[in-house]
């Protein structure tokens, strides 16, 4: 890897290898500023009977190198580099996400307390969290050690202990572990990695437990006192083990490793570093969301605090099935304006799961598929929420004015009212036909409270952004701000409930394009337009109950971005309730339906 | 663009296939190159360590973890048996002893000093890796398992349950359209793999796991059906380790849907003849789809190969399915395949061929909603 030197940067090469397909993006410098100029995909190719997934990255980059004019690939198929007048790229960076991504297991002493911290890490790392095992998970001893043996973990992360405290249960954690002899998923000649993040005064007591078929690294106790975290030791170590161990047994990866200039990243880890960014440098909170075929991911910045959660098994098309199940499939119909036949629907939905490379050919099989993905974007928030705490098992100081609004430790700290920017990706978000549907699942199953901005990632190159972060955070703003993010809008939603039809708020909007004042009665949407780069000051004057933000009933005044879908103002209450009978369901929801201008052209078959 | 990948299932009268089947740890393998093996035939195996039990004995005896060790009857690596004392402490001047006497048998694999905790490692399981497809074994792959080939009529199923199973193909239906039920398994198709024509009933189902039936193959299934037959919902296709009672493989999905025509009398030229199954469904990265494999015999083997298209090439007149409503289920062919993008009914625009179906009407589907019949 040569020493990068951002000054002399022109010409930025990024890919994200994914399971299916891999993903190429050049980033050029034009008149100063770095733009996103091409893209370019290719099937992934690290299983057989390729086995090498540098032949899928270089088709990608083919691609992308006839679509710019520019020769990014040599005859002998290697990436050209440095750049050089039309040939070549300063630095080549990627991603990776394929064969599955990086599963882990972990395991900590107490479950809410040092076992949390240690799937935090593994989750804010990138990793997919295969089981958590603590010695207060209800599991017997013996039933711990068969569920190690059954599970084939890339690594395994051992936390457990303040510094100081317990030993004894941290070796027995080591003990449990040691015997199952966890196979790992990759050979027979893979050593399994284990990071030890855990008490420091356990460290020798833990590493004289395991024997040679374990790859020992110990590193600073990821919580070292109660009251705080200390994560990044273990999320480095854990991309340290990605690299070395990981990757290095994926096909081809070795070879690829010796041409990117920046260590490959967990594509997960990446958008979570871009989206941290992001957040630190326009000092905002910021909810991201990836919804794919098998998982959906979240990623959530408040006041700082990163936390990442993939709810794995809920998903567009290998997951669909479970979707419905979990929610259950009168949840997913409430979102449906007309009746549909729930055998028939039931047996569609596993069609998809058994051919998930399917897409909607008619409107009714669309509308169908976005109220499906409501409730999964639905579900993985609720457990986003249910994950994203203050720390559990900090004493609290309490003062005498506390006695009515006493909190306890493991309070969710996601908080809509303070979220400022929502950011969709992923297929049935990033894809659908008009963007104020992907707007609106956005807004129905998030359900944002007070001024949102709503966007896409345009093209998934959140990723690409995060691993370019940590060699040019210049360039990764430039192309994010300008390329990366497709503002739909801004949501301002009313938090509260009332009567259907009595007056929720007043509000006047003033601005280049938009003049408007006016009153939304409780239970209604209204879309007003304003365009992309547009603002316009909205001052809203809620009525008894209803807040925005400065408290119930308080006059809020700000300003909002425009985008592809405009400004929405939403006076449908907080918590989101729909009518339990379903007629009036139906028409409440062809409402809003018609209010969003969701569906304008109800055609049936294929036109050409 | 004349043409385009659009991976689809294969079902083959007659094709060379290999299996590779292997070890999950290191083992012996019990066959060598060029044997001729039958799918019963056990050609590799080996011993998984043992399950653990635990024991802290520092809470048992009510003595310090340090204290263990010399409390111990046992020395690590040694046998015990249940009911064997397996420590006990050394009470006060001699007396008022505790012991504790194994549960369970197996080898004292640890006893820690920090902990308490004693490991008792019991008797290693044995492993065995059966051929599964009859054939040659072509390559030995040392410690780990074999490489077996053989001619077969292939056939790939979209979905099924239950892992590899064996029998002779038994005809329960008289044609691809005509639905399985209960009344078409009889007592005599114990052990049989049963194909039937479209969908497969619940009922029909548990009846032949009643009968000992050893798979049932058939066009489609409901999805009610198949949650009765489970007792539960499916949430991922990744199937294989259901311990039901048989193996279930459909052919072309969910609901109301015939076995393709062509797959049914492929089926029906085999009655007779022993097949593997296998129900396994990994719809995932490197996806693994169910199978029914029929080894021919000497006199097939001289017949003829029928023609066949490349694999993988979407090109005019290629027999494709229709996986998607409004069409599902349809087959046709392909009639024509426009390179620009077309504006579907959903709003969405994406690439389209035009499929003529059997009846004689086409239509346009996107090309992600076919899938070749491969063969």
Known sequence: MSKIDPENINVILATDCGSTTTKAILIQKVDGVYRQTHRGEAPTTVEAPFADVTMGVVNAVTEVGELSGRKLVDDDGRLIHPANGTDGADIYISTSSAGGGLQMMVAGVVAEMTAASAKRAALGAGAIVMDVIASNDRRRPHEQIQRIRELRPDM?????????????????????????????????????????????????????????????????????????????????????????????????????????????????????????????????????????????????????????????????SYSISNVCAEAGMENVLR????????????????????????????????????????????????????????????????????????????????????????????????????????????????????????????????????????????????????????????????????????????????????????????????????????????????????????????????????????????????????????????????????????YPEMQAAVTA | ????????????????????????????????????????????????????????????????????????????????????????????????????????????????NVTGQVIIRGAAQPVQVKAYLTGEVVEVIPKEGVVIESEVTFIQGIFGIGGETFGPIRMACKSHDQELTAELITPDMKDAVIVGGARVTDEAIEKAVKVGAAAVIAGGMDDQDLRDFLGYDLGVAITGSEQVGLTVVITEGFGDIHMAERTFKLLASREGSDASVNGATQIRAGVMRPEIVIPLSEEDLKSETEAHFEPGQLKLGRPVRVIRDPYFGLIGEVSDLPSEQHVLGSGSKARVLEVKFDSGETALIPRANVELIEG
Request: charged share 25%; with cysteine; aromatic share 6%.
């Open chain 1, 156 to 316: 395994i992360l051992v936390s457990g202990g303040v510094d100081g405290g317990t030993t004894t249960h941290v070796v027995q954690i080591a003990e449990l572990i040691a015997p199952a002899k966890p196979q790992p998923r990759f050979g027979t000649e893979y050593t399994m990695p284990l990071i030890y993040a855990g008490n420091k005064e356990a460290a020798k007591l833990v590493a004289d437990v395991f024997d040679e078929s374990i790859d020992l690294t110990i590193v600073d106790n990821l919580r070292p006192v109660l009251e705080r975290e200390n994560l990044g030791p273990a999320r480095d170590a854990i991309h340290d083990m990605f690299l070395e161990h990981v990757m290095a047994h994926a096909p081809g990866y070795d070879k690829l490793m010796g041409w990117t200039h920046a260590p490959i990243m967990p594509t997960p880890g990446a958008v979570g570093n871009i989206l941290q960014t992001i957040a630190r440098l326009q000092n905002i909170n910021v909810v991201g969301v990836d919804i794919g075929g098998a998982t959906t991911d979240v990623f959530s910045v408040f006041d700082e605090v990163f936390n990442r959660t993939v709810s794995a098994n809920l998903g567009m």
């Open chain 1, 335 to 598: 979102w449906v304006h007309f009746d549909m036949d729930e055998r028939e629907l039931r047996n569609r939905v596993k069609n998809k799961m058994i051919r998930p490379t399917t897409i909607p050919q008619s409107q009714e099989a669309l509308i169908f598929e976005q109220a499906v993905a409501r409730e999964a974007l639905r579900l993985a928030y609720i457990q986003h929420k249910e994950f994203a705490t203050t720390l559990k098992g900090v004493q609290q100081q309490r003062t005498v004015g506390d006695t009515f609004s006493q909190q306890v430790g493991g309070q969710t700290i996601v908080n809509n009212m303070k979220l400022d920017l929502l950011v969709a990706s992923g297929g049935v978000l990033s894809h659908a036909p008009r963007m104020h549907q992907t707007a609106i699942m956005l807004v129905d199953s998030f359900e944002p409270e007070g001024f949102t901005t709503l966007a896409k990632d345009s093209i998934f190159m959140m990723p690409h952004l995060g691993v370019l972060a940590e060699v040019h955070d210049k360039a990764a703003l430039e192309v994010f701000e300008r390329d990366c993010l497709v503002y739909l809008g801004t949501c301002v939603a009313a938090k509260g409930l009332g009567k259907v039809g009595k007056p929720c708020f007043s509000y006047t909007i003033k601005g280049e394009t938009l003049n408007e004042t006016g009153e939304i009665a409780f239970g209604d949407l209204k879309l007003f337009p304003l365009g992309p780069g547009e603002t316009a000051m909205v001052t809203i004057e809620p009525k008894r109950g209803f807040d925005f933000g400065e408290g119930p009933g308080k006059r809020v005044q700000r300003q909002v971005k425009g985008g592809t879908v405009g400004l929405i103002l939403d006076g449908r209450g907080r918590p989101l309730a729909l009518p339990e009978d379903m007629v009036a369901r139906q028409s409440t929801i062809e409402k809003w339906v018609e209010a969003m201008e969701l």
């Open chain 2, 1 to 112: 663009m004349a043409q385009a990948y659009t991976p689809g299932l294969k079902v083959t009268n007659r094709t060379t296939h290999r299996t590779k089947r292997l070890l999950p740890i290191s083992g012996e393998v019990l066959v060598k190159k060029g044997d001729h093996v039958n799918a019963r035939d056990v050609v590799a195996e080996t011993f998984m360590p043992g399950d653990v039990n635990p024991l802290n004995m520092s809470n048992l005896l009510s003595m310090p973890p340090a204290d263990v060790h010399e409390c111990m009857l046992k020395k690590e690596g040694d046998r015990i048996k249940a009911g064997e004392p397996l420590a006990r402490t050394k009470g006060i001047f001699g007396m008022f002893r505790t012991e504790y006497k194994s549960k369970v048998e197996g080898t004292l694999e640890t006893v820690s």
